[in-house]
Structure formats: C-alpha cells, structure tokens
C-alpha cells in the first residue's frame, strides 16, 4: 500500500484501570475496573489518520511478546501498512500504565519498551515510505535522535512535517525547528517547550509566538474543551471546541493529531483541517480507552452536518 500519511512513533499496550479519585503520593486506592487497550501516542495517531480517511503506514517497533502480536494485529485490522513495524527479538513491548479518575482527568505512566529500539537505520531502511508520503507526523515516545533524523529527511523530501512534542519534559534541539511545519503541543507542553506559561488564550499564544521565533513554521496549541489556538508569523486564530460531554480524554490529542493529517493529506483547506480534527477528538473523549474512542469518518462527517 502506497501511503499517504506515515507515522513513525510508538506502540504501547495500555493498561488501564478506572477510580473515583486520582491517588496522592503514597496513598493507595481501589480501582473500579481494569482493561487492557492498544495505545502508544504514535498507533493512536496512525489509527485516528486512518479511520478518518487516510492511507496511512506505521514506522516502529514491538517486543516479541503476547503484547507485540496483538499491537500489530490491531493496526492491520485497521488497514495501516505495519511493513516497517519490526519486531525486536527478546524484548518486551512498550506499555502505559493509565489511570482514570470520576471527571475524565487521567495520570500515565510509560514504559518505552520496544519503542527505545527505533533507530535511524530502521528509517533508512524504510526510506521509500517516507518518500511517497505526502504528510510525515512524529512524537517523542522513541528516541530523540530518530525523531531529529525523521524530521530532517522529512523537510528534505519537502514534505508536510508534524510534531506532536509528547510527552514534552523541556525544551526541543533549537536545530529541529526550521524541519517542522506544524508544532502541536498541548498546554503543558507548550509550556515545556517556551517557558511560557500557559493558562488562557493570551498566554497561549505567548508561547506559540515564542516557538514561532525558535522556527516553527506553524504551532496549534490544543486546549482541551477550550479549543485550539492557531499561530504562525503572520496570524492567530482561536478555534472553539465543539461541545460534548466528556468520559475519558486519553486520546484526544492523538485523535486531533491523526484527524488533522488526514484533512491535510486528503487536500482539506488548514482551517477545516483544524475543525475536522477538533471533531474528531470532541467525539473521541465522549467513548472510554485510546484507540477504542477513535472516531470513524462517517462518525465525523455525521457530527459536523447534522
């Protein structure tokens, strides 16, 4: 399959319980449920580009466990091209340890796994997939030397490159900025990235700016059930959020992610790109689990003409 979104990042096996309130430190409390659901930011991505209408292939790594069989199972039933997802020999597959509280907020904790595993050779070794690609989208659950290579061959090849910079716990390599077209952090990885920090629509756009300056072509700074914030050199635009009621908001930023590329790579205008995907992950926080929630196109095209 020719592909015309490629997602290089992680798969992870999610482990998921649910409780009325998050613990503090310390503190034990009892889970109401538990559940094991396919995840990684970059399967999540690649899933939500593909049920949302893209022809979408996945770069990565699994272990050569139970966990890494089911992972790649789970994208082939989700039509995405799993060629360049190898299979390290002796090692376990990446897993998030996800827990759930009453008003949808959650905690994670990732364990790389497989994923620590993804070198540049894997995507040199791959390199006609990124070739025919017309959207190339990265996060940051694999390591930063693949990520700052994928993204320099993506702006060699001149295609559309974007960063989801999650999970964010500073700044990026000053140098990755002038590769990216679209930076797409959340709130507290805005902050992570400018220093800025981000808590209203005014200061959103203060470190969207600051991004800007490092040479970000392009950032949208997602704000949850406030929407998204647009920034480039030249403008701001604030997108609201369409209205739902939420469950679990795992997903969402991937949803928005994964959305977004699609509306990119099927030849959508940016600002219906935005709205597309500001669907999608409004539909996905209104269903439990990561890619469980995932929206499917008609589920999109039915929510934003009713």
Known sequence: ???????????????????????????????????????????????????????????????????????????????????????????????????????????????????GCLEPEDLKACDQVLQVADVIVCQLEVPIETVGYVLGRGRELDKIVILNPAPASGPLPRHWYGAIDYLIPNESEA????????????????????????????VIVTLGAKGALFVSAQRVEHFAAPRVEAVDATAAGDTFVGGFSAALAAGMDQDDAIRFAQVAAALSVTHAGAQPSIPSLRDVQGFATP
């Open 1 to 115: 399959m020719q592909a015309n979104v490629v997602v290089v990042g992680s798969l992870n096996m999610d482990l998921v319980t649910r409780t009325e309130r998050l613990p503090r430190p310390g503190e034990t409390v009892f889970g109401q449920s538990f559940g094991t659901v396919h995840g990684g930011k970059g399967a999540n991505q690649a899933v939500a580009a593909s049920r949302l209408g893209a022809r979408v292939a996945m770069v990565g790594c699994v272990g050569s466990d139970a966990y890494g069989v089911q992972l790649r199972e789970g994208l082939l039933a989700d039509r995405i091209d799993c060629l360049a997802v190898r299979t390290v020999p002796e090692s376990a597959s990446g897993v998030a340890l996800i827990t759930v509280d009453a008003n949808s907020q959650n905690t994670i904790v990732v364990v790389a796994g497989a994923n």
């Open 191 to 218: 902050w992570a990235l400018s220093g800025v920090t981000v808590d209203s629509l005014e200061s959103a756009e203060l470190a969207a700016r600051q991004l800007i300056e490092f040479g970000a072509r392009k």
